[in-house]
């Protein structure tokens, strides 16, 4: 069923239009990524979608049997209700359900009149088919999941409203929104505010759940687990593909590759026609020049490639250190409560490390204790020979907001023209006028950008960036992985795109309950470990201090103790993680196929992909045996 049509929508602001005849479909169950460029109007589609806006021109039809629900990221202005009561309001029209269903069977036990009792039998079991469809039942424990799915404590649930932070208020606006069930979900930025965990329950749930919808997100893997199909907008249209966002940004590469030959290939054509016209114009071939230029003419021009353009950015080389960066030795930091304690690690030349952990776990303030802009209450932090510091503030303070961004950007004390300024801008896609606006009047996108470029400005060695990929969008965030690989020098950073850390870090700093943990690897191979540490049992602890535990640590092989036999063939570590995310890509896919309408109708089908799932998920219980074995024993 199609729940959703819109033909030739048109909105314009200025003189140029944002949306200039946007047309798509959305049906029964599709989850729907809708990506582009920072500042093309999606939101303002959404908008549009959801009523909150009136298009310029175009149709937006919405199936009459659907409910609509949108995220609305405006806070609960003057609310006065506790936050529990505020979510349970999602639930009005089940709760009256459920007290008609009370009235009606009362009324039914009443009634004498036959033709009465006929209609209030109808109705009674209309209201118990529908309170049954809308699963109407334990209505609190829905409630209490959805919020403490999202990050809300018990203890908060009797906090007024007009207590919350701004975040908070947002977690409570999504909170309802989950709660109310839509049949057509339109959901902007619905991870923002979140932390990894809540993030990850938030997949989970719209993963299950039976509603279609249309998420604008700037988190990749967000996109990557969720969707199932993606819209692109760019220059006021969309362009449909089906897959999530890693099957998009293949796709999106090959069909670039196929649009630059063909339009490439007509322009020589024309360029060839053209100076064919223009050298015999008024000579002996004047007829084949004419018939030329009527053939042009008639000619359908082929659109320029239709290819969204990322920022080149680029750091420079970087000055050689000493082989150890930054060693930092029984750190502690507490404020009104502990961080961390007790926390030692090294960080060699070359190495990219990330840091993960819940929003309020210290990530920044332990960043800010190895640049020595903050003391750390216990402990020492020593930078190795030579190292230079860059850091990336995730407030974008080092920016001063009264000068142009020209000269915001230069560091102090060094010789560094206008000229060279302005090229170093260009590389982080801030060109002509911008470059000579104020800081103040710049988008959180520019200014981000601008932060970066100074940055590359300031010739460091060890680069420290705090969320440095906030406000950027897809392909910017793809510049700046790029870059970041490509460096040469040191690299720290604190992220909550998993998808960013996935790609740049080669070490993870991972915040866990009660210790700090080190990973060799990046995202995927925290996930492999996470899976298969619960069965160890939680790490010894020393008086109640987290420690830093690197997982793999060699066998000591002067304990006298016997080391363990292999049961597997020997393999390289990497090459299993390899074959084990393949076989979970496989496995999620299959899970994909299985929902799709056309299979349910496909006795065949369905068995085939049964089967292959449980054949796919055997197989990876023995990777799994075998990758541990391999960590312990490859040395």
């Given at each position: ?13 200025g003189?140029?239009p944002?949306?200039a005849?946007?047309?798509f ?11 582009g460029?920072?500042g ?13 806006e ?16 949108y995220?609305d ?25 459920q ?6 069977a ?19 079991d ?9 699963d109407a039942y ?18 908060d ?25 839509p049949?057509l ?8 505010h979140l932390?990894?965990e ?24 967000f ?7 993606t819209l ?7 362009e449909?593909y089906?897959g ?5 940004w ?12 063909t339009?490439?290939?007509q322009?020589?054509?024309i360029?060839?026609a053209e ?7 008024y000579?002996e ?22 290819e ?19 060693r930092?030795?029984?750190?502690a ?10 926390l030692?690690?090294e960080?060699?030349r070359?190495?990219r ?8 776990s ?9 640049l020595?802009?903050?003391r ?6 020593q930078?190795?020979?030579g190292?230079?510091a860059g ?6 303070s080092g920016?001063?907001?009264?000068l142009?961004?020209?000269?915001a950007?230069?560091?102090q ?8 300024r ?6 982080f896609?801030l ?6 606006q ?16 100074r ?36 690299v ?9 850390v ?8 991972v915040?866990e309950?009660?210790r700090?943990?080190?990973v060799?690897?990046n995202?995927d ?10 069965a160890?049992g939680?790490?010894?602890q020393?008086?109640?201090?987290p420690?830093?535990?690197?997982r ?21 570590t990497s090459?299993?993680?390899a ?22 109708r ?8 049964k ?8 197989a ?8 541990e074995?391999?960590v312990?024993?490859?040395?």
């Amino acid at each position: 069923m199609i729940v959703l049509g819109v033909e030739g929508v048109r909105k314009h602001y200025g003189p140029e239009p944002v949306l200039a005849g946007v047309t798509f479909e959305v049906h029964s169950g599709q989850r729907i990524g809708l990506v582009g460029p920072n500042g093309v109007g999606k939101t303002t589609l959404l908008r549009i979608v959801a009523g909150k806006e009136d298009a310029d021109g175009g149709r937006v039809d919405i199936h009459p049997s659907i409910r609509v629900g949108y995220l609305d990221q405006h806070p609960l202005a003057g609310c006065e209700r506790t936050l529990w009561d505020e979510a349970k309001s999602a639930l009005d029209d089940l709760f009256a359900l459920q007290h008609e269903a009370v009235d009606v069977a009362h009324a039914l036990s009443q009634t004498t009149d036959e033709a009465e009792h006929r209609r209030l039998a109808a109705r009674y079991d209309f209201l118990q088919q529908e309170l049954h469809r809308r699963d109407a039942y334990n209505l609190d424990y829905k409630i209490d999941r959805v919020l403490h799915g999202l990050g809300f404590a018990e203890k908060d649930y009797r906090q007024p409203v007009a207590s919350l932070s701004g975040g908070e208020q947002n977690r409570l606006m999504l909170s309802k929104l989950l709660l109310a069930e839509p049949d057509l979900l339109l959901l902007d930025e619905p991870s923002n505010h979140l932390d990894l965990e809540a993030t990850e329950w938030l997949e989970e749930f719209l993963t299950t759940s039976r509603a279609a919808m249309i998420v604008v997100s700037h988190d990749r893997y967000f996109l990557d687990k969720v969707t199932t199909h993606t819209l692109e907008l760019f220059r006021g249209t969309v362009e449909t593909y089906p897959g999530n966002f890693s099957a998009y940004w293949r796709q999106k590469a090959e069909r670039l590759l196929v649009e630059r030959r063909t339009y490439e290939k007509q322009q020589e054509e024309i360029a060839k026609a053209e100076d064919f016209i223009r050298r015999n114009h008024y000579g002996e071939k004047h007829a084949q020049a004419e018939d030329r230029r009527k053939k042009l003419e008639r000619m359908v021009r082929v659109a320029p490639p239709r290819e969204i353009e990322a920022p080149a950015m680029g750091f420079p080389p970087a000055a050689r250190s000493g082989d150890i960066v930054v060693r930092a030795e029984r750190l502690a930091k507490a404020y009104d409560r502990p961080l961390f304690a007790d926390l030692s690690f090294e960080i060699a030349r070359g190495q990219r490390w990330g840091i993960l952990g819940p929003n309020g776990s210290g990530k920044t303030t332990l960043l800010r204790c190895i640049l020595g802009r903050e003391r750390p209450d216990a402990g020492r932090v020593q930078l190795g020979q030579g190292v230079v510091a860059g850091y990336f503030d995730q407030h974008l303070s080092g920016l001063d907001d009264d000068l142009p961004v020209v000269d915001a950007i230069r560091p102090q004390r060094k010789e560094f023209n206008e000229q060279s300024r302005r090229n170093l801008l260009a590389r982080f896609g801030l060109t002509g006028d911008t470059a000579l606006q104020k800081v103040a009047s710049l988008s959180g996108g520019q200014r981000c950008r601008a932060a970066l470029a100074r940055l590359a400005a300031c010739d460091a060695n060890f680069l420290v960036l705090d969320e440095p990929t906030n406000h950027l969008d897809l392909w910017a965030r793809d510049a700046l992985e790029r870059s970041l690989r490509e460096f040469d020098g040191t690299v720290l950073f604190v992220s909550h795109d998993r998808y960013f850390v996935n790609r740049v870090a080669d070490h993870l700093l991972v915040v866990e309950p009660g210790r700090f943990r080190v990973v060799e690897g990046n995202y995927d191979t925290y996930l492999l470990l996470a899976r298969h540490s619960d069965a160890q049992g939680p790490p010894s602890q020393r008086d109640g201090k987290p420690k830093a535990e690197k997982r793999q640590a060699k066998p000591d092989a002067s304990s006298g103790l016997p080391t363990r036999k292999r049961k597997f063939p020997y393999r390289k570590t990497s090459d299993l993680e390899a074959e084990i995310l393949k076989r979970e890509s496989r496995i999620e896919e299959l899970h994909h196929l299985l929902a799709l309408p056309e299979t349910h109708r496909d006795g065949d089908r369905v068995r085939q992909y049964k089967a292959e799932i449980a054949e796919q998920q055997e197989a990876l219980q023995t990777l799994y045996a075998h990758w541990e074995e391999a960590v312990e024993l490859n040395w």
